[in-house]
């Protein structure tokens, strides 16, 4: 005899939170439960019971645990973040809100398995953005790396940031074009950068997403560099990222022994790690070079925001531990030491597989190279 399935209770508005929270629109919702609109809305309204599978359905497709699905309401995230895309009518990617309740989680995991706190610090309000950037890095001592490949570079000014600031920098597959990067203002601060881009945007991006945090906000961008369609804070942390890495006094006493000709322009993308529009947009801003050439040079325009080759086998070691931030495992393999926490805890905080548990957590700690 076939046993009958038993019809579960949903808390009323429950599944509809759940499905925006993920970033998915009814039809989009729908077609991935493969059910219709009309069914959809049923459910979500409480006038369709559901099965317990159909439940582990839902769950699998919003990823949210199950046990979510039998809460009276959907979590809220404590910290909103701002939306500054340009398009900001356009529903956020269900990637991207991956990527957001992942940042969450790790924030809510570290508070408690430690007690340290990001040390963000404070300047002027009245600071311009050239301003703010001198003092930022005279604050910090932060230098300009003596590396020659940009990977290195990123990893260099990550380094430093979660070292010097006590802040977690991960990257995650966003899969969105509007979506450069995030951040999170908390007590464990966060920036989450696109894995797809090209390392000299998530360089740039990293820098305006800390630009946030040190005005204490938290914030979704698109990071268009040139700064059409911007907000004013857009502006502002665009050109405060343009001077940690393109420092204004330095790129005028090397313009006074070089000329802005083109192999100029692409030499000074290299030495500094940036796309040659940063570069080309730093002398406009300067009155280094006529509004002339910067139109002609952005008529011509053609570096993409994501690498044109990916070839090989990728390192999924590597890709690990940059979704999940050198600082997070410092503090996850620390508390595991000491205790506080289970290697399943551990595993589960740092979302990796069993096997690589030794390499992460254990007493030689992760050996590899962001």
């Given at each position: 005899m076939i046993s009958k399935e038993k019809?579960?209770?949903?808390?009323?508005?429950?599944?509809?939170?759940?499905?925006?929270?993920?970033?998915?629109?009814?039809?989009?919702?729908?077609?991935?439960?493969?059910?219709?609109?009309?069914?959809?809305?049923?459910?979500?309204?409480?006038?369709?019971?559901?099965?317990?599978?159909?439940?582990?359905?839902?769950?699998?497709?919003?990823?949210?645990?199950?046990?979510?699905?039998?809460?009276?309401?959907?979590?809220?995230?404590?910290?909103?973040?701002?939306?500054?895309?340009?398009?900001?009518?356009?529903?956020?990617?269900?990637?991207?809100?991956?990527?957001?309740?992942?940042?969450?989680y790790l924030i809510n995991a570290l508070q408690e398995i430690s007690e340290e706190k990001s040390k963000i610090p404070e300047f002027s309000s009245d600071y311009t953005a050239t301003q703010l950037a001198q003092a930022f890095k005279e604050r910090i001592q932060l230098d300009k790396p003596a590396v020659k490949k940009s990977e290195d570079a990123l990893d260099y000014y990550k380094t430093q940031l979660e070292n010097k600031m006590g802040i977690i920098i991960i990257e995650y597959p966003l899969k969105a074009e509007d979506v450069r990067a995030f951040s999170i203002h908390s007590e464990i601060s966060i920036v989450v950068l696109n894995e797809k881009d090209a390392t000299e945007t998530k360089l740039f991006s990293l820098f305006h997403e800390f630009c946030h945090l040190i005005k204490r906000s938290s914030a979704m961008c698109s990071?268009?560099?040139?700064?059409?369609?911007?907000?004013?804070?857009?502006?502002?942390?665009?050109?405060?990222?343009?001077?940690?890495?393109?420092?204004?006094?330095?790129?005028?006493?090397?313009?006074?022994?070089?000329?802005?000709?083109?192999?100029?322009?692409?030499?000074?993308?290299?030495?500094?790690?940036?796309?040659?529009?940063?570069?080309?947009?730093?002398?406009?801003?300067?009155?280094?070079?006529p509004q002339?050439?910067?139109?002609?040079?952005?008529?011509?325009?053609?570096?993409?925001?994501?690498?044109?080759?990916?070839?090989?086998?990728?390192?999924?070691?590597?890709?690990?531990?940059?979704?999940?931030?050198?600082?997070?495992?410092?503090k996850v393999k620390g508390a595991h030491r000491l205790g506080k926490i289970s290697t399943a805890d551990a595993l589960d905080i740092l979302n990796i597989k069993s096997k690589y548990a030794e390499k992460f957590i254990g007493e030689g700690g992760y050996s590899g190279s962001n």
């Open positions: 019809n579960a209770v949903i808390a009323p508005a429950l599944l509809r939170k759940l499905r925006e929270n993920t970033g998915y629109s009814e039809q989009q919702a729908s077609r991935k439960l493969d059910i219709s609109i009309e069914e959809l809305i049923k459910i979500e309204k409480c006038e369709k019971l559901i099965t317990i599978s159909q439940i582990r359905k839902f769950s699998d497709i919003y990823q949210y645990p199950l046990v979510t699905f039998f809460e009276e309401k959907a979590p809220e995230y404590p910290h909103k973040l701002k939306d500054y895309r340009i398009n900001r009518n356009k529903m956020i990617n269900p990637e991207v809100r991956k990527a957001e309740r992942r940042a969450y990071i268009e560099i040139n700064g059409e369609g911007a907000d004013q804070i857009e502006f502002y942390c665009n050109e405060f990222a343009s001077e940690v890495l393109v420092p204004t006094n330095e790129l005028r006493r090397k313009l006074s022994n070089i000329d802005t000709s083109q192999k100029s322009i692409t030499d000074l993308s290299k030495e500094y790690f940036v796309s040659k529009q940063v570069i080309m947009i730093k002398l406009l801003t300067n009155g280094l070079i002339e050439r910067y139109s002609a040079f952005k008529k011509a325009f053609d570096e993409k925001l994501l690498p044109k080759n990916r070839y090989g086998r990728r390192n999924w070691e590597k890709i690990y531990l940059k979704r999940v931030g050198k600082k997070t495992v410092e």
